[in-house]
DNA sequence: CTGAAAGCGCTTACAG
DNA sequence: CTGAAAGCGCTTACAG
């Protein structure tokens, strides 16, 4: 059987209390006493048993990602830089996916409290801004993190990028790059980004005095399907643009395929350029013109906000990445 | 506060012994007794606590997926199927990332099970031929299931397909398109499924009386850059293969951009497959000729077998997508 | 700076 | 078919 807490404490002459504070590393503890402690600790390779310390303490030692599908690449970064900063803290992630729309998302969430009492959650959107959960969230008492968040940003710790100045600054790279009919491809409604990203387009065409055509806005879902369906309606215009601004990678990627299909060159009969940079950016040909954003950082500093005091917001670095599709 | 098992057991009239029967589903309750529970179970709200459960019983509610990177689409693919079984029996999944090769990923393993008692762990390759990691989790007796194992199947419980099999319908396929010099793309050596790909694609070579060039089976790491790499040594040869039967569909796409460089026609100058059906299989241009691997339901299955009892081994279907590239 | 006692919310082992 | 007692391995609240 595996070391107990008993054990370290008998090995090491001290009471079981004395351990308990060794590990939480609190003070007061005489220095002999903590190192004989410590050394127990290595000697019968304990560790503490977390089903025990949660039942006992205030803290569970895990907390809760929840996510649906913007994208399995987008998922994963997020997992990666949440994993990054939960492995110093000795915290574990429990993966939460759920369906989008699920009818059963507040019971699942509901549950979750109940039965795991995390010690936080991490919202990406469009969790994010769901009036809903966040509500759920603060009756019961849970932490929360969001990911780009939309409105009333200091409601809770956040981290983001500016959307704004990164859509905008891509537009005006289009721009340019001597584009005037530029279409933008927006993701769903109810993801704040989509509006943030719209905004920042808008703004770069207005700096440049070209018209804000209504028509060239498409709706799109942030998926390859819709791209390639946006992309098709734009292309069959009888005026239509010579660049394609996509809210996402993916959606980008559909644009290229629609553009092949019709026999068109990139970018000289239509240029392209989604947001993220995925990896799928460098996999599509040409390669895709992106703005970078940095999940895996994002998702670190969520999670560092989450098991940390610090209460704030804060804001990562995007960047222009300029491949061959513009 | 939430409610305990104290009241619902006050609430109901019966020990807590009682109502710990019932939300076990153990036999010898009586009929009016369960209902009485049932009905204050739901008016309470009630979920039991998993640590409190973890903690007085034999199980702990909670299994782990340890994976490194193959790609972010399997991961994720895994993440789903899991979660849809393990959801079913109210089972919490620990996401347990990895770096490829990080020294410390026995020490962490080790951690989870000490710290976190899982009722069994999710193997996927390469690890489900790790003889060192095997070896562990049977010395401290913890369940587990492997995704495509290679040597020794019936060692453990084991969800796959027949990569041999489906490998070699791969290249049948190449075959009856016409083609004599086909190249294929290995994964890593570490990896089962590398060698079982490679063991089909001689299969349908010598069923055909094509003679299996050593030169034209290149070496790769499952990943763009590697396929890229494979791909433009192949191209550079003076005699190039006329299709190129990639181990991956990411290879396949880094495969497809060197082509696509190279001004090369696809399929006509060069055919180009994959394995696997990864959603980016869709995205590429053309879109990819490939193998469909169900990770999903590998995923659902390999949960299926930890939770239930049935220590067998599955086989699930593959099968041939025929798209653009070749 | 250290420890004895009680308790977290369940399950187990036993008794009836 | 049902229950009383003990225990899982920690932390808390209190005392010294």
């Not at 990406?124 to 780009?148: F, I």
């Not at 109810?190 to 920042?200: E, I, K, N, V, W």
């Not at 207005?206 to 309606?233: K, T």
Request: proline share 6%; glycine share 8%.
């Amino acid at each position: 059987m595996r070391a107990t807490i008993k054990d370290v404490a008998s090995a090491s002459g001290v009471s079981i209390k004395t351990v308990s504070r060794v590990l939480n590393n609190e003070r007061y503890v005489g220095v002999a006493t903590r190192k004989r402690v410590e050394a127990a600790v290595a000697e019968l390779d304990f560790r503490p048993n977390l089903a025990a310390r949660s039942l006992g303490g205030r803290r569970s030692f895990h907390i809760a990602l929840i996510c649906d599908n913007p994208s399995p690449a987008y998922v994963y970064a997020m997992q990666q830089g949440i994993r990054d900063r939960c492995e110093i803290d000795g915290v574990r992630v429990l993966a939460q996916p759920y369906d989008r729309g699920s009818p059963r998302l507040h019971g699942e969430i509901d549950a979750l409290i109940s039965t795991s009492n995390p010690d936080g959650l991490i919202l990406t959107p469009p969790l994010s801004d769901d009036e809903a959960v966040l509500a759920l969230l603060e009756k019961r008492g849970v932490r929360y993190v969001r990911v780009s968040p939309g409105a009333h940003v200091e409601r809770s710790p956040a981290v983001y990028i500016d959307n704004i100045g990164a859509a905008r600054a891509l537009t005006e790279h289009l721009v340019a790059r001597g584009h005037r009919r530029i279409a933008h491809v927006t993701g769903q409604r109810d993801y704040a980004t989509s509006a943030q990203r719209l905004a920042g387009y808008r703004a770069a065409l207005e700096a440049a005095a070209i018209l804000v055509e209504p028509d060239l806005i498409v709706p799109g879902r942030y998926d390859f399907a819709s791209g390639a369906e946006a992309a098709d309606a734009l292309l069959s215009r009888k005026d239509p643009p010579s660049a394609i601004f996509a809210g996402s990678d993916e959606m980008a990627a559909g644009a290229l395929m629609v553009a092949h299909r019709r026999g068109l060159a990139i970018p000289g009969d239509i240029a392209i350029a989604g947001f993220g940079d995925d990896a799928l950016a460098s996999y599509v040909w040409p390669p895709l013109t992106t703005m970078r954003q940095p999940v895996r950082d994002l998702a670190w500093n969520a999670a560092d906000l989450l098991l940390g005091t610090d209460d704030g917001q804060r804001q990562l670095p995007h960047a222009l990445v300029v491949r061959g599709s513009t």
